[in-house]
């Protein structure tokens, strides 16, 4: 049984800083590229970073490139997602998936995690 498990979510005043893990466990994490979601009250799920197999590529949403970085640790079957100089519209539910490649504009994730809040208080 594939499972994607999210933590490191919170509160966070603006300009602060929170890493996201997602420790996927029942696939052979290294086949998968991994991307990180979100989904804010009232909007739809959008695309924020993703990374290759290898983590040699990685993909940010221009809302958050240059402030955020992804990562993954394949002998761990984890991915990151560090955020830096986090603002309000940044507060959304996070979520990590897998996708066969990195892509900004994949449609097909095929695993999803079942998020992990994130508020950023002004």
């Known amino acids: 049984q594939v499972q994607l498990v999210e933590s490191g979510g919170g509160l966070v005043q603006a300009g602060g800083s929170l890493r996201l893990s997602c420790a996927a466990s029942?696939?052979?994490?290294?086949?998968?590229?991994m991307a990180w979601l979100r989904q804010a009250p009232g909007k739809e799920r959008e695309f924020v970073a993703a990374?290759?197999?290898?983590?040699?590529?990685?993909l940010y949403a221009d809302s958050v490139e240059g402030r955020c970085t992804i990562s993954r640790d394949n002998a761990k079957h984890t991915a990151l997602l560090q955020m830096n100089s986090l603002k309000p519209d940044d507060t959304a539910v996070y979520y990590c998936?897998?996708?066969?490649?990195?892509?900004?504009?994949?449609?097909?994730?095929?695993?999803w995690g079942q998020g992990a809040q994130v508020t950023v208080s002004s």
């Open positions: 990374i290759s197999q290898s983590g040699l590529v990685t």
């Open positions: 998936a897998t996708a066969e490649i990195a892509s900004r504009s994949n449609k097909n994730y095929e695993h």
């Open positions: 029942g696939l052979i994490f290294s086949r998968y590229a």
